[in-house]
């Protein structure tokens, strides 16, 4: 059912998926092809809020605090394993990949490398102050419209 928390957990999200997608861009080779990195992360952002926060709105700064980490924590749970599926089809497509286990085994493969190119100081403070302020607008949202 739609709330308020749930929307505002929404659009809190899918702001700061904005933001870590431009802050990532710049860490990642010159020959990157992004395409549709910043939309999927958003999009990504928006799923996050409203399925994970959104629920789990409740009172209390402490609360909202840990739901924002929780809720970014997803987020960028959700485009690590997104993005490196995305590169291991693009590799497989090339016939790169002996078989699905080699693939699947590729795309963790991936990931542990994109995680290592954006496990940075400024990345993860943004993620950690990004995703406690998230979670106590979504508290404030949901103890004012409840």
């Known amino acids: ?33 992004f395409g549709y990195f910043i939309p999927i992360n958003v999009a ?11 629920p789990r709105a409740s009172r209390g700064i402490t609360a909202g605090i840990n739901n924002g980490l929780t809720g970014v924590f997803i987020l960028m749970l959700w485009g690590l394993a997104t993005h490196s599926v995305r590169e291991m089809l693009k590799k497989a497509l090339l ?25 940075t100081l400024p990345i993860a403070i943004t993620v950690i102050v990004g995703g406690a302020l998230s979670g106590v607008i979504t508290n404030l949202v949901n103890r004012r419209y409840l």
């Open 95 to 119: 016939r790169r990949y002996d078989g699905m286990g080699e693939a699947l085994i590729a795309s963790i493969s991936i990931a542990a490398e994109y995680f290592m190119v954006i496990a």
């Open 1 to 33: 059912m739609p709330t308020a928390a749930r929307l505002t957990a929404a659009m809190c999200l899918a702001v700061l998926a904005g933001i870590l997608s431009k802050m990532i861009i710049p860490l990642m080779p010159e020959n990157t092809q």
């Open 44 to 54: 990504l952002g928006l799923l996050a809020g409203w399925t994970v926060m959104g």
